[in-house]
């Protein structure tokens, strides 16, 4: 599951990690929420890759009302079959640029978050799909995404049963290269990036609001330990 996350590194190296361009400023954002505008790394005319900006939570193409529930996450086990997801699996598949994720546990009846980052930090990109959405009449434009999630084997299920999956920078050209048909064994292709490549440590309850953000969010809470999985 991946329902919050963050993206702060700059825009330098945005534009080293993924080879893009990136003429204006990209703000540090520390409370990504669904629904809410985000950078996404596509294909372009020409092959090159290019930023975009889209709003979290994939609407499929075919329907006619928008709906209250966004599809933020598809599951890797279903995504290829699933109407909603099916058709941008296959042809528009995306790199969504992060710097950690977060998760939610009960400790002694409250919900605690955790901030999860990779190992030595730096700049990361979950596997992704968008869409454009046309809306009832055909006249309407929105571009949406969704995060593909796979799940958790190791250590990292203690917080949740499933994690977004992560593309390692020697196949983003792989991830983003439409196929119609997919080719027999696709996802299994990847070599995704292992729970083993992820740290966590507690943050803030600032986090439970969607409505906060800044570098205080992802604060250790007073007297409280760092803590890893490894």
């Known amino acids: ?25 990209i703000p540090p954002r520390y409370n990504i929420a669904p629904n809410q505008p985000v950078l996404i790394v596509r294909n372009a005319e020409g092959g090159r890759r290019e930023l975009a900006a889209v709003e979290w939570g994939l609407v499929p193409e075919w329907k006619k009302e ?8 598809a599951r ?6 699933k109407p ?23 400790l002694q009846g409250r919900k605690q ?3 999860i980052t990779p190992v030595g930090g730096g700049l990361q990109a979950f596997a992704g799909i968008w869409t454009t959405w046309h809306g009832p009449t055909g006249d309407h434009w929105l571009e949406t995404m969704a995060i593909l999630t796979g799940p958790t084997l ?3 299920r203690s917080l949740h049963s499933r ?15 439409p196929h119609d048909p997919l080719p027999r064994g696709f996802l299994e292709s990847f070599d995704f990036m292992p729970e083993t490549a992820f740290e966590w440590r507690m943050v803030s309850s600032r986090m439970n609001d969607v409505r906060s953000e800044g570098p205080e ?3 250790a809470p007073e007297q409280e330990r760092q803590h890893s999985l490894f």
Not at 163 to 177: C, E, H, I
């Open 154 to 156: 190791g250590p990292m």
């Open 1 to 25: 599951m991946c329902g919050r996350y963050l993206m702060t590194s700059p825009k330098d190296a945005m534009i080293k990690t993924f080879g893009v361009r990136a003429d204006a400023h």
């Open 113 to 115: 978050p955790f901030l």
């Open 76 to 81: 890797m086990e279903t995504v290829i079959e």
């Open 163 to 177: 994690m977004p999956l992560v593309v390692k920078p020697g196949q983003y050209d792989a991830w983003l290269k």
């Open 217 to 219: 969010c992802i604060e």
């Open 84 to 106: 909603s997801f099916r058709s941008p699996m296959k042809r528009t598949r995306c790199l969504v640029p992060f710097d950690g994720w977060f998760e939610w546990k009960s």
């Open 66 to 73: 928008r709906g209250d529930k966004p599809l933020i996450n």
